[in-house]
């Protein structure tokens, strides 16, 4: 009887958790508190996948009103896909915090993280779940807001103004988010994402429907750090608390990544957005300029935790390189590329968390000599950074290989080349890195100092997952051509 | 502000009338305008009048930090906790319908405990917001 109210419990159990965690004496028993909870989104998550694998999409009417009218849980591929990666970040990368929690975030406020982790992860799981335009908004603001809690958390003064610049640029993304919302409303009287595709062609000439798509792709692009709007994330993501960091990196700017998909095909549908708007027009160039631009600039950070940053930004481009071509290969090379990427840098930033909870800083001068003193942690970075680039038998290999695949079938030789040429400009970033850590020797008279068991564990599991699903792609592949052929509205 | 005699006094009446009138919004909220947010906020008001009026410490020594604490996450769990009661007698997720035998009386029961629930988490949270503010 219970899995009929499974979707509604993959929100609700983290939401429930939250005020409850915040009750909980002490910070260690939140914390094993809020990873149990997190696990058990995992397998809630789990249970939805099988299930729409299994029986095709899943639909729950919140408080019993049928569709249309009231608020409507609906998972398909696509959606189960992102639960699945938010709850798995989420859980792998809680279960590795604690310690690395404990140094970084001053001690009255640890119990207050986890509530906000907690009520991020309600959001997330949210914005993916939903089938109602202005639930996502909610959704959104309940993500956001505790975000930003969570990044003001940081260790040093600047942490409070890049979660303030975060927030100012979040309240924007969002505020053109529900106005794109309410116009769509406007012009078609229904909140239902289904309602909403179906009713949408009819009005679709209208200036308010245009005006609609257009503050809905800004907002998002903005929530996703596209490039040219990316600059509120090098700061967030480099004054966070490391874990808060690896948590972000692989969850927030993916859903947002599937609001993208979701309000383009599902709601305004493949032909207007991408054939009477040309949106891949607008797409195209940014995401190139994106990957391009950031990987320029990530190879000369200072910051190790801020060039893996900048190297966020340029990942997002592949994803919205993949998403612009329109095509079943292209999608699937974009929503591959979530997956992966999500798995590559909670990795990456979790070595940073290794790195921060002995050296007290992630700069590139306190990675000499690390090689020695820290071997496990390094060779993570490494095999992390080896499928950043691309490596054979690692994901960021797969995603790679689709993407060359679906430019190829355009027959976008040049494109190609660009990604290949790219991927080189990820080697000499992640190069630099190592050279410091593996060549230069260590400051006299400091010994190993490797991560605690507690962290590296989680990290190691998040490598080898690297490794997993770059040499056993077919879950991976299996679902993301599924989610792009049912978004482009093929088989199915 | 211990010499405005005026605002003390004037501040002492109105007090009561500023937490009745927020019990009102509250439980009239279902016939009339209001409800749990605009009650909470009300509710808090009068508080953040006292704080202001006689001193945060003795609004402090009168409702704890703690105690606020403990009233922003029961509001929530309120909230949730009748979703899920709804569930557990058979219906979907805040189906306020199957709460009693008649369903207008489940809808009623549903819609006043939720609504108690936003206006407790609204007003510890507003008064939390007034403490972080002053200290």
Redesign the interface.
């Known amino acids: 009887m219970l899995a009929v109210h499974l979707p509604v419990f993959q929100v609700l159990l983290p939401l429930l958790a939250a005020p409850v965690s915040m009750l909980l004496p002490g910070s260690r028993v939140s914390w094993v508190f809020s990873t149990l909870v997190s696990w058990g989104c995992f397998a809630l998550s789990v249970l939805l996948l099988q299930q729409v694998l299994q029986e095709g999409s899943i639909s729950y009417a919140i408080g019993g009103w049928a569709a249309p009218w009231g608020i409507e849980y609906r998972v398909d591929t696509i959606n189960a896909f992102v639960l699945l990666i938010v709850s798995g970040i989420s859980s792998l990368v809680l279960t590795g915090a604690q310690a690395s929690i404990e140094r970084e975030v001053a001690k009255n406020r640890i119990d207050l993280l986890y509530t906000c982790w907690l009520l991020a992860l309600a959001g997330l799981l949210g914005i993916a779940i939903t089938g109602d335009a202005f639930n996502v908004f909610v959704f959104l603001e309940i993500s956001a807001l505790s975000s930003y809690a969570l990044i003001a958390l940081g260790s040093g003064r600047r942490a409070l103004t890049a979660s303030f610049r975060y927030l100012v640029v979040g309240t924007i993304g969002a505020t053109f988010i529900v106005i794109g919302i309410g116009l769509i409303y406007m012009a078609t009287g229904t909140l239902n994402m289904a309602d909403m595709g179906a009713r949408l062609p009819a009005v679709a000439e209208s200036r308010t429907v245009i005006a609609a798509f257009a503050f809905l792709i800004v907002g998002i692009a903005l929530k996703m750090a596209l490039f040219p709007l990316h600059f509120w994330l090098p700061d967030a993501y480099s004054y966070a608390p490391s874990p808060v960091a690896a948590f972000l990196a692989g969850t927030a700017t993916k859903v947002a990544v599937y609001l993208l998909l979701r309000f383009s095909f599902t709601i305004f549908g493949g032909d207007f957005a991408f054939g009477a708007m040309a949106l891949e027009r607008v797409l195209m160039p940014l995401a190139l300029l994106g990957i391009f631009i950031a990987s320029l600039v990530a190879i000369f950070q200072m910051d190790v935790k801020r060039l893996l940053a900048y190297s966020s930004i340029a990942q997002i481009g592949y994803m919205v390189l993949g998403i612009s071509l329109v095509s079943v290969t292209g999608l699937t090379a974009g929503i591959l590329h979530l997956f992966n990427h999500a798995l590559i840098k909670s990795a990456l930033f979790m070595v940073m968390a290794c790195v921060f909870y002995r050296m007290g800083a992630t700069r590139l001068d306190d990675f000499a000599g690390l090689g020695r003193r820290m071997p496990w942690t390094m060779a993570a970075f490494v095999a992390g950074g080896l499928s950043l680039i691309g490596i054979p038998l690692t994901v960021g290999f797969v995603s790679k290989w689709y993407l060359v695949v679906a430019v190829l079938e355009r027959g976008w030789w040049p494109l190609a080349v660009f990604i290949l040429f790219t991927s080189l400009l990820a080697v000499v970033y992640v190069w630099r890195v190592v050279e410091v850590a593996y060549l230069r020797p260590a400051a006299e008279g400091a010994g190993r100092c490797e991560a605690p068991l507690s962290i590296l564990l989680p990290t190691w599991v998040l490598i080898m997952a690297n490794f997993y699903f770059g040499i056993d792609s077919s879950l991976t592949v299996g679902v993301a051509s599924r989610a792009a052929a049912a978004l482009l509205g093929i088989g199915l | 502000m211990q010499h405005h005699t005026v605002l003390h006094v004037v501040a002492k009446i109105l007090l009561p009338l500023i937490l009745l009138f927020a019990l009102y919004v509250q439980f009239h909220g279902d016939f009339g305008p209001g409800g749990g947010f605009q009650a909470g906020v009300i509710f808090a008001v009068g508080l953040i009048l006292y704080g202001l009026i006689y001193g945060v410490d003795i609004l402090k020594e009168a409702i704890p930090s703690r105690v606020l604490?403990?009233l922003?996450?029961?509001g929530?769990?309120l909230y949730?906790g009748v979703?899920?009661l709804s569930?557990l007698m058979g219906?979907?997720?805040?189906?306020?319908?199957v709460l009693a035998h008649d369903p207008l009386h489940g809808q009623h029961w549903g819609i006043f405990f939720v609504e108690l629930g936003v206006g407790i988490t609204v007003a510890s949270v507003m008064t939390s917001l007034f403490y972080a503010f002053t200290s």
């Open positions: 604490r403990v922003m996450a029961s929530v769990l949730a979703g899920v569930i219906g979907q997720y805040l189906d306020y319908g």
